[in-house]
């Protein structure tokens, strides 16, 4: 997969199942990651083709709990975003999804105590041993693109020496989310770390924090040198952020988000949890909609 001049969905947990994927991609994403899936549970899983729907499920064994769900159409698109501290795991993780998917990326950048304490997410940003680790046993056993999503570290020289070794492990890209693991969502990014990262190594970079429109993606390369530009919420608020005809109004976005979700079948309460953040960047989920939102089960309760 070629990382040059891409327009790239972040990875969201919850938010990033198939059909907001498939959303992102219709309106004009070029990469679109999965939501985090940590490689513990991913090893329990076994693949399943899912003639019903036309697609392939990553199913946790003993259960029917869908872990990962893809389809064809995806296939050259979709990164599988993995959370992991163990180079073995994380192999044994990639090599049961490598055939479903264009590229596996290691996150490095989860605040949340769940990754910390597990060692994983921006656990790793203070290992480089063990990111050294885990990124060659993947580039030399898998024969596919191996990229990491990493956050700024408090100062620029400490985050372009992690840069550079990164970049020595042969991954083919490196996201930068241009936050510190300490800082807010609502903490303006900083693009000058990531201009600093991009100065410093050969790989493509994807800039990521705080593009919320179309003409962003311009402003933010400008700003940083990057040659990819990465977006989540500005993505979950409105995917058609990716359009070059402008955006679409955000309640056709949420029904056409509504009516994929019941096409791929998707979790109910993924998509409760997608819809309901959709919503309240907008409005109150105090709303008649909000509330019976919050109050449905099924789909057809949703639709
Ligand atoms: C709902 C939500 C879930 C997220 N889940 C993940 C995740 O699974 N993996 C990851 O690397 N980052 C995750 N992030 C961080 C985003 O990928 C991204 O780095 C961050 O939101 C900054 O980009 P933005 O300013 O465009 O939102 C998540 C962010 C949001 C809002």
């Known amino acids: 997969m070629e990382y040059k001049n891409k327009l790239i969905l972040a990875p969201m947990v919850r938010v990033g199942t198939l059909p907001f994927r498939l959303l992102a991609a219709q309106y004009g994403a070029d990469i679109t990651y999965g939501e985090e899936i940590i490689d513990h549970k991913f090893v329990n899983c076994e693949r399943r083709i899912n003639d019903i729907i036309g697609c392939t499920d990553f199913v946790e064994k ?48 989860c605040p949340k105590s769940f990754s910390i304490s597990g060692g994983m997410g921006a656990a790793l940003l203070s290992k480089p041993e063990l990111i050294h680790d885990i990124l060659t046993t993947l580039k030399r056993n898998l024969n596919m693109p191996i990229t990491c999503k ?28 241009g936050r510190e693991v300490t800082d807010r969502p609502k903490d303006p990014a900083r693009w000058s770390g990531i201009a600093d990262i991009v ?5 493509p970079v994807i800039a990521n924090g705080d593009v919320f429109e179309f003409e962003d993606f311009e402003r933010i390369k400008s700003a940083t040198g990057a040659s990819s530009v990465m977006v989540g919420r500005g993505a979950l608020w409105n995917a058609s952020i990716f359009s070059p005809h402008g955006k679409l109004h955000w309640v056709d976005v949420k029904k056409e988000y509504v009516r994929k ?33 919050t109050k449905s089960e099924t789909f057809a309760d949703l639709a």
């Open 261 to 293: 979700s019941i096409l791929w079948d998707n979790d109910i309460k993924k998509t409760k949890y997608t819809l309901k953040d959709m919503i309240g960047h907008y409005e109150t989920l105090e709303s008649v909609e909000g509330r019976a939102i």
């Open 62 to 109: 003993g259960t029917e709990n869908v872990v990962f769900r893809t389809c064809p159409e995806e296939r050259n698109r979709v990164v599988f975003q993995m959370g992991s501290s163990d180079a073995v795991r994380a192999l044994t993780a990639a090599q049961l999804i490598c055939k479903d998917v264009a590229a596996v990326d290691i996150n490095m950048g």
């Open 199 to 203: 100065a410093a190594v050969s790989i």
């Open 150 to 177: 990493i956050r700024l570290l408090k100062s620029s020289q400490d985050t372009v020496e992690l840069a550079r070794g990164i970049e020595k492990t042969g991954v083919s890209a490196l996201a930068v989310h």
